[in-house]
């Protein structure tokens, strides 16, 4: 047998590491705390897992901004092109939608799921599940196993040549990403950076948004503006919470959104009808307003915007909801573009970090090995995934990178 490999988490990047390390001949041990592995995984992608994105590897690292770098050899070693043979082997077919996402055919993350768990245990890696890891057992700045506690009083010591920890970071703790990776990695001398809401839904102030919600959006755009200054703007969908708003384009704007300063003012422009020119929308009313006549000026905008967004809308404007359509002045008109084109929200933060999508922060970057993903002050302690100080942008880059830094890991710990 090779050497003995412990894989901590089964989730996204220990499946793919364990399957790596045993494939290459590792007596490989997955401990995942939960019954079944990869939960988080089932869930992605509202359930259909963007497992990763057709942009090249150029286009990802820069996506991941100033830590991107670190991403250089995992990326390199296994990419897209690397994930979508190993489903495509395993009988699941992949289609690209729109802005270069990957996702099954079937548009079910568990077929992801059940293809990665199988790789892992037909490769030979053994899955040993509810049993959760409290302590990673080092000697002379060398790894030697891990302990981990089952349904049994006492925990368990397993010996290891090496240990991979692939805990993930602290977001829908549910799925059993609760951090624990964080307080290993730093008993063994490791330094973390705070974590911190990535892809974060985001509150607001006031109540304009409770009037729209709940309201799904597809093709607006929307802007973040920090002291005036346009900080993001996406195009694509969103949705109006009683919170505030989340969905697609809101969720890049939440690691912004959380580094707000206090007494900082940043605020959300939605613009309801991005396609159109303002001449276009300043026609497209007059035209509407025309046509009602003595209508209401409310079921006039029902044309233009959807319905439960048009009360929000002129009462923003400062026009009754009632008022005739042919009565609206040239001024009250304006107020009205004003709203369809750039509806402000101020915004309060983040949502709190069990609600991201990812974690930012993590595991120091300089303290890992990007070619290896070996830890640079315990040796035989490799680390992977979202533990990671990295996150990207929404659009299967996250998934990419714990697969990209789970395989290297895998690999890098069977070559020891
Ligand atoms: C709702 C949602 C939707 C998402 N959608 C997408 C998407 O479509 N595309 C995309 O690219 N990314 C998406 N992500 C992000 C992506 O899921 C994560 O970045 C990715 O799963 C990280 O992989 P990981 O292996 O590092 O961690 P995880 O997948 O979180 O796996 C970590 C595993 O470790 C286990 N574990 C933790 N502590 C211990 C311990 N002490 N002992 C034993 N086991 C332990 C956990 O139970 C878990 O199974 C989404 C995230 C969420 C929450």
Redo the contacts with the bound molecule.
Sequence with gaps: MGRRIIV????????IAAARAAELGSDTLI????ER?????A????G??????GHDVAHAIEAFGANGRFLHSAFGRFYSEDIIAILESRGVRVKEERGK?YFPESDK?LDVVDALAGAAKDSGARLLSG????RIAVESGCVWGAE?KGAAEEPELFEADAVIL????M??PG???????YR?ARALGHTIVSPVPA?APIDLVGDAHVGLSPLSLKNVSAALESGGEVVIKQFGEMMFTPFGATGLIILDMGKIVAGKKAGERMELVVNFKPAMSPEQVRARLLREFEAAGAGSVRKALETMLPKRAVPVALRLAGVALERKASQVTKEQRDAIQTQLTGMRFEVKGARPIEE???TAGGVALAEINPRTMESRIVRGLFV????LDI??P?????????FS??YLAGESAAAE
């Design positions: 901590i988490g089964g989730g996204a990047s220990g499946l401990i995942e705390r939960m592995p990869a939960r988080k995984l869930i992605t992608g509202k259909r897992c963007n497992f990763t994105t996402r993350a049993y959760r890891v409290s981990a692939a805990t993930g970071g977001s829908y799925t059993g990403s609760t951090g624990d990776g290993l892809l991201a999508i990812v992977c995934g979202e533990l996150d990207g929404t659009g299967g880059f996250n998934l990419q990178a714990a830094t789970g």
